[in-house]
């Protein structure tokens, strides 16, 4: 059974910090472009940030580019998000997906694999 799952999601005042993380499980994930994704309170989700399957090539949303960075570790099968300057308007869940159909990386339905969502609440 496939599994994606994230931790590291909090309460936290503007300009803190925080690392997200997903485990993946189930199968190995090596070969995927992996992303984080966010939905807001009455909003759709939307991309975050995206890293490809060799961990060199990465994209970001303009809201994310400057604060926000992703990282993965191939062998561990894990994904982060480094959050930082965190903002008020930052408040979401934040999703781990994998990317399993064409398309581009910022369209939400090209990922297949979803976790649970962690949630980022940020005080002002």
């Known amino acids: 059974q496939v599994q994606l799952v994230e931790s590291g999601g909090g309460l936290v005042q503007a300009g803190d910090s925080l690392r997200l993380s997903c485990a993946a499980s189930?199968?190995?994930?090596?070969?995927?472009?992996m992303a984080w994704c966010r939905q807001a309170p009455g909003k759709d989700r939307e991309f975050v940030a995206a890293?490809?399957?060799?961990?060199?090539?990465?994209y970001y949303a303009d809201a994310a580019k400057g604060r926000l960075t992703i990282s993965r570790d191939k062998a561990e099968n894990m994904v982060y998000l480094q959050m930082n300057s965190l903002k008020p308007e930052d408040t979401a869940v934040y999703y781990c997906?994998?990317?399993?159909?064409?398309?581009?990386?910022?369209?939400?339905?090209?990922?297949?694999?979803w976790g649970q969502g962690t949630q980022v609440t940020v005080s002002s």
């Open positions: 997906a994998a990317k399993d159909r064409s398309g581009t990386y910022y369209d939400s339905r090209v990922y297949g694999y």
């Open positions: 189930g199968r190995t994930f090596s070969g995927y472009t």
């Open positions: 890293i490809g399957w060799s961990g060199g090539t990465t």
